[in-house]
């Protein structure tokens, strides 16, 4: 293919620069434009190139003369002449310019616009003129009819259409409190969307309506990406078409997430909720969309592209919809790309229907006269034409083309357009394909090195679309036509090494900042390679699923083949198996229970062998983590060592974060409390050195956690309303929990119940917004717990609602107590004794919310597994009030209590159960009542020795009801 030069003379050039400097800067910036408009750059100063582009070059090229010398005429008066001269050039830019001076030589003048006479044939079509001494002298540009990237667009909107579509917009306007919906139903290709906005802009020609396009795709595996992709720059003015208590929440959390969405860095958040902050970001997105619309005096279009049922997406949106149409003002429409015109789809409101069936013989006539009026077909041609394109108006635009082109009639005429594109173009085209719903315009073209063949490349890609081989996405991601010919491309070995090529530049430049999706990369890598590059990816996009909760998810990407296993050598197997084998066990670790992590690897569906070499390292800490979930501590603490010492010698800063998180777990599963701090500590300063942010927080929350258990109430404190702050921010929804828990506890500690059950209040109703029913119901029964402590009903209330409860059973007798009703509060223990406490989750890297104990003192042990505490204070408490009934045997079971305490440290209500004992004792068993009361009194001192604020010990000595009740007994004993 040829390319060509425009060559832009100024005479005398160099003194106008030196006299006008600002004038021939304004020039050249022009020039650069009108270039750049027609697909050309500049390669030299008054020398502008024009790459090859499917057939048109010619043409744009003339086009660009013309707009060139006509620009360079309007400034006649500044300038001393001017001279324009197009020329050809096989070469690419490194030779375009060699022959160009002979050829100046022949210009006659300094005022003319010249062709070379070696390529007037190529521009007989577009110039009229006449020869002059050996060169063409253009006087004008024929009009040569619609260009090549006119004629589709005009064929893909047809007439009877068009005006069935404007009517349904019209009746939106007068329907729209009636909730109405607009669905443009037809197969691929058939115009739909061509049609729509050809009608928004005869509706609304200052902005043809601006639509919100919420873009589907049946071949998306990430339910998150329609709501992504919908993402525009509006995000950084939201706010101002918010409500107050919106825009506060926009600004502190919706904003700053969406635009990590935009720009492609959701993986790197760690977000247990998502998918739910997400819709809830993006509802006030769509709210203030509408708002802007509204105050414009405009309507407001949300336009559903690609609709399909077949996706989580849709409940989501579902529920979005639904929220909206009842109360905002704006139209919605749907594109469903099918032709099954029976299907009854899942659809809010009302609405109307526009179908975009095969069309009748009279309509393809003037569809193909509209689209090729420089060539109309025989009648024989037209059937025939019609008869291979049926609905698919790409198709019959492909049929024109070969008709046209003269290409042979037993040919696919898409196949036969793809076979006659240059080898280059063609494989272009094949990486669209390839790349289709992952790459853009921009990737495609940027993966090639020099300027100048980015710029040939760009003229590549626009002919592509010009000629309906590929299309683009509202959001600019590049798609293949449904049913589109490429196995001319395909078949060629260099495309498959590009491809190759091209997946190792996606996999560079998503580590380089560049928003690429996860999914369709590893999907991309997959298929084309290379195979190293897609097990990394596997890799990343499972560790971010797993940490983000995305367990659904996750657990399909598990379920299926990951990879072909043919395309694999020994070692990519091997690193396979590791990748896959730690993310089964980390995924069974989520989502199941302890008994059946157990069978998965006995029967060997998931595997505590790993291979050696890559990825290794975690499935190691995985292995940790299985051991510290089946309780089989000793193996999860030398597991958890031997993964962090691969950790350290591979250099993996995160992974040693994670090492350090399981190993302080471990420490403190077996009462190494002090230990288990430090390493909480290490892999906090660790993981905020590598911006491991699930790590930090979770070291931490765990930190906290510990610190509660340590007894150094103060300190707990501070750090869980620092890390709770921490943890909203960074959309933890299940760290915020733990540490708001912690923080109810702490108040409750201290007698603050007002304090405790505001925090309560709000976690409960985090909670619940995020359908943690477990969470939400313990913070409920503290919530509980504090207001009747505090002596409002509404508490006891509450725990009674929770009739089948231990927990709530357990305040309620201990409420009954503090109320002088030892017969209520004996019949509510009892049902706390018969009742079993039932794990939600397993806990190890998730916490157990069984009940408001587990997730904190969970985290000890004694030789039957994880401590029950809120057991052993039923068992202790049902045995005091037992004794206080004239029970001899309750001295006993507080006894048995204590002595388990003692074997293990910490011991969390130890001086509570010697209380108890204390109270019980009859007065007549004085030296059992001051071992007891020795007990309970030293033990108290020891655990406020811990406190690292004065004021703090002081309520917690005081106003806690139990603590009270001791000290007021150590003083009627003499023991302060």
């Known amino acids: 293919m040829y390319s060509y030069l425009i060559y832009t003379g100024i005479s005398h050039v160099n003194q106008l620069t030196k006299l006008h400097p600002a ?5 050249q910036g022009e020039l650069d434009g009108i270039a750049q408009r027609f697909g050309g750059r500049r390669v030299e100063d008054e020398l502008y190139h024009f790459p090859p582009s499917l057939g048109e070059t010619a043409r744009k090229t003339a086009e660009a003369a013309e707009a060139m010398y006509q620009y360079l005429r309007e400034n006649d008066r500044e300038l001393f002449g001017i001279t324009v001269l197009v020329s050809g050039s096989p070469g690419d830019s490194r030779t375009v310019s060699s022959g160009l001076e002979s050829l100046l030589f022949k210009v006659p003048d300094d005022n003319g616009f010249w062709v070379d006479k070696d390529i007037l044939d190529d521009f007989n079509a577009y110039f009229d003129g006449t020869a002059v001494e050996g060169l063409f002298c253009v006087s004008s540009l024929k009009e040569a009819g619609p260009r090549l990237e006119e004629r589709l667009p005009s064929l893909l909107i047809r007439s009877d259409r068009l005006k069935v579509v404007r009517g349904a917009l019209e009746q939106l306007e007068r329907d729209e409190n009636n909730r109405s919906v607009l669905l443009l139903r037809g197969r691929p290709g058939s115009g739909k969307r061509a049609t729509l906005y050809r009608a928004l802009r005869e509706l609304y020609p200052d902005d043809g309506g601006v639509p919100l396009v919420i873009p589907f795709a049946e071949d998306a595996e990430d339910p998150m990406e329609p709501f992504v992709r919908a993402l525009g720059s509006f995000l950084t003015t939201v706010s101002e078409y918010l409500d107050e208590d919106e825009s506060l929440w926009w600004e502190k959390e919706g904003a700053e997430y969406l635009e990590q969405c935009r720009k492609g860095r959701i993986r790197e958040t760690s977000r247990d909720q998502g998918p739910v902050d997400l819709i809830q970001a993006f509802a006030l997105y769509v709210k203030a969309y509408v708002e802007r619309r509204r105050r414009s005096g405009r309507p407001a279009y949300i336009l559903i592209d690609a609709f399909f049922s077949g996706s989580d997406a849709v409940t989501w949106l579902r529920s979005l919809l639904n929220e909206f149409l009842g109360k905002e003002s704006f139209r919605l429409i749907i594109i469903r790309d099918s032709d099954d015109f029976d299907e009854v789809l899942p659809l809010p409101g009302k609405g109307h229907e526009v179908t975009f069936r095969q069309p009748e ?7 193909v006269r509209e689209a090729s009026p420089g060539y109309i077909p025989d009648e024989n041609s037209l059937e025939k034409l019609a008869e291979n394109s049926g609905a698919s108006l790409y198709r019959l635009f492909h049929g024109l083309l070969g008709l046209e082109r003269g290409f042979s009639a037993d040919t696919d005429p898409g196949e036969a357009l793809v076979s006659s594109l240059d080898r280059e173009t063609r494989r272009t085209l094949f990486l669209a394909h390839a790349a289709a719903g992952l790459a853009d315009r921009k990737l495609l073209v940027e993966r090639l090195a020099s300027d100048e063949e980015r710029v040939v490349e760009g003229a590549r890609f626009d002919g592509l679309v010009d000629f309906g081989l590929i299309r683009e996405d509202p959001d600019g991601r590049v798609r293949g036509i449904p049913g589109g010919p490429v196995n001319a491309a395909v078949k060629d070995l260099d495309n498959i090494r590009e491809a190759d090529r091209f997946g190792e530049y996606l996999y560079k430049r998503l580590n380089q900042g560049d928003s690429i999706d996860l999914f369709r990369l590893f999907r991309y890598l997959e298929q084309w390679g290379p195979v190293p590059r897609g097990i990394a990816i596997l890799d990343r996009l499972l560790e971010s699923l797993l ?41 069974v670790l989520l989502t199941g229970e302890a008994d059946q992590a157990r069978s998965l690897v006995r029967d060997g569906t998931v595997s505590l062998i790993s291979g050696r070499g890559i990825y290794s390292d975690r499935f190691k800490l995985h292995n940790a983590r299985y051991s510290y979930a089946v309780e089989r501590w000793d193996e999860a603490l030398s597991a958890s060592k031997e993964a962090l010492f691969n950790f350290q010698k591979s250099g993996d800063h995160e992974g040693e974060t994670h090492a350090h998180l399981e190993l302080a777990l471990s420490l403190l599963v077996t009462g190494k409390v002090r230990d288990a701090l430090d390493h909480f500590g290490i892999a906090h300063r660790i993981g905020s050195q590598v911006s491991a942010s699930w790590g930090v927080l979770r070291a931490a929350a765990m930190e906290t956690v510990t610190q509660f258990i340590f007894g150094n109430l103060p300190r707990a404190g501070r750090e869980s309303r620092e890390f709770r702050d921490t943890a909203h921010r960074a959309g933890r929804r299940d760290l915020w929990l733990l540490l708001t828990l912690t923080a109810v506890r702490i108040s409750w500690e201290l007698g ?46 509450l725990l009674l609602s929770a009739s089948d409860s231990r927990e709530a059973h357990a305040f309620l007798a201990e409420d009954a107590y503090f109320s002088g009703d030892s017969s209520a509060a004996r019949l509510y223990i009892g049902k706390a004794l018969s009742t079993e406490r039932v794990s939600c989750r397993l806990q190890g890297e998730a916490d157990d919310w069984s009940d408001g104990f587990f997730p904190i003192e969970g985290r000890l042990s004694d030789s039957r597994g994880p401590l029950d505490v809120l057991g052993e204070w039923i068992e202790g408490f049902d045995a005091f009030l037992a004794g206080e009934s004239g029970d001899t045997s309750a001295i006993e079971r507080l006894t048995a209590l204590l002595e388990k305490d003692g074997r293990r440290v910490p011991g969390p209500f130890s001086y509570l159960y010697a209380l108890w004992a204390v109270l019980i004792t009859p007065d007549t068993e004085r030296e059992l009542q001051t071992r007891f009361m020795s007990r309970a009194f030293n033990n108290l001192q020891v655990r406020a020795g811990r406190f690292d604020d004065n004021q703090t010990k002081h309520a917690w000595l005081s106003s806690n009801p139990w603590n009270k009740r001791l000290m007021a007994e150590a003083q009627r004993r003499k023991f302060l």
Request: glycine share 12%; hydrophobic share 40%; proline share 2%.
């Open 23 to 27: 004038l021939i800067l304004k020039i």
């Open 361 to 367: 013989n009279i309509e393809w006539d003037s569809i």
């Open 547 to 587: 940490t983000n909760r995305r367990l659904r998810a996750a657990g399909l990407l598990l379920n299926g083949p990951p990879m072909s296993l043919s395309d694999l050598d020994g070692s990519d197997m091997e690193s396979l198996q590791n990748v896959v084998g730690a993310a089964r066990l980390r995924y």
């Open 752 to 797: 603050r119940y007002g304090e405790a059950a505001a925090l309560a209040e709000e976690g409960g109703h985090t909670a619940g917004f995020y359908g943690l029913e477990a969470e939400k119901n313990v913070m409920n029964l503290w919530k509980g717990r504090c207001l009747s402590a505090a002596g409002n009903a509404e508490g006891r209330s």
